[in-house]
């Protein structure tokens, strides 16, 4: 108790101290298009998020918003997903583990840090640096000898660079828990924590997560970061170059892409929201990846025990449940192709 009491008062002289950058104007819009060859020039104006049978649906800043404009198209403006629901949030670490309330940035923070306290032999959190705001990025890392370096895969799982994109964040918290309450009882997931080095971040922009007018509360959550940038358009792109977005690498992106650097992650994951379907690569190339089969097979994979344990119309998007990146449609400056190609890390 004493830990968590220390964590929640540092967290909250951090949020009241903190500068905050005030987050720029957020399209959220559709159109229609005549030809998939349109997305090339569209992907590098702004930030799709779908396309499906000659209409997108994009998100764009006001800059964006003005470029895009100058193009002709005739497009309708949408509600915001962040704003088309108000999550319930809690700071007290019992209720945000009955699972049915989302945390407040400090109960985020000291729940992470509770984990650590309860499980110091399988659980060390681990802050890589901060955003925008100030706010940390924080992993879970979780083996059986939690302090000692093995001789072990690194495995990583991410979620909610895309902040109104929010069920990963719920889920990577559910995951430590279970990974942690379950050790020496459920054999599986005693093997995975013995045999592999897991690393999970609940929450790579708190910035954008943690946006309305009181700091502490997930309130009209934002896809960009504090500074109007998609995070997943940031990153150097195998094909488009170092800065494929037009702007600087953000604070978020380059903490992470220093833990790429200090790490040798095998495997990875990255979750985003608003689509059933797991994304293999590439992104930015149509060409495929030399381990496509493998892809294809790991993705099918799963896919499939989603379906066997899951509604029947649950995880149906695009090839039931899976898809080249490509296929579905470009981008530029995305983590995934970032990380499989600079790092030989299999991420989808």
């Known amino acids: 108790m004493k830990r968590t009491a220390v964590v929640v008062g540092l967290t909250l002289t951090i949020l009241l101290s903190m500068t905050v950058t005030a987050m720029a ?4 819009f559709k159109f229609k298009i005549d030809s998939r060859d349109e997305l090339q020039k569209l992907t590098r104006v702004i930030s799709i998020d779908n396309v499906r049978d000659g209409e997108v649906w994009a998100y764009a800043n006001d800059s964006e918003m003005a470029e895009f404009e100058q ?15 108000k999550p319930k949030c809690s700071s007290n670490l019992k209720a945000i583990q009955s699972w049915d309330v989302y945390p407040t940035y ?7 840090y509770q984990f650590e306290t309860d499980y110091p032999n399988l659980c060390q959190i681990v802050d890589i640096g901060s955003s925008v705001n100030g706010r940390a990025l924080l992993y879970a890392r979780i083996s059986d000898n939690v302090d000692i370096e093995e001789d072990e895969p690194e495995v990583m799982y991410t979620a909610t660079m895309h902040a109104d994109e929010t069920t990963g964040y719920a889920l990577m918290l559910r995951m430590i828990d279970s990974l942690l309450s379950a050790y020496g009882t459920d054999p599986e997931i005693t093997d995975m924590v013995d045999n592999m080095e897991i690393w999970i971040n609940p929450l790579a922009n708190p910035d954008g997560c943690y946006d309305g007018g009181d700091p502490d509360v997930i309130s009209n959550p934002t896809r960009y970061n504090a500074n109007g940038v998609d995070l ?10 170092q800065h494929p977005d037009g702007h600087s690498w ?3 992106t380059v903490v992470m892409m220093d833990f790429a650097v200090a790490h040798s992650m095998a495997i990875s994951t990255n979750y985003h929201g608003g689509a059933e379907v797991v994304n293999y690569p590439w992104d930015t190339w149509v060409k495929r990846h030399a381990d ?3 892809y294809i097979d790991i993705s099918r994979a799963y896919a499939d025990s989603v379906h066997n344990h899951s509604p029947s119309t649950y995880m149906d ?5 899976i898809t080249n990146g490509y296929d579905w449609y470009t981008i530029a400056g995305g983590r995934q192709d970032y990380m499989n190609y600079w790092h030989g890390c299999r991420e989808v």
């Open 71 to 85: 193009l002709g198209y005739d497009w309708t403006e949408l509600p915001h997903p962040g704003t088309l629901y």
């Open 250 to 252: 953000q604070p978020e």
């Open 25 to 28: 104007t957020e399209y959220y």
């Open 232 to 241: 997943n358009r940031n990153y150097p792109d195998p094909e488009d170059g």
């Open 292 to 294: 496509d089969s493998w």
């Open 106 to 112: 400090s109960g985020y923070v000291a729940m992470m």
């Open 317 to 321: 998007d695009l090839n039931n449940g």
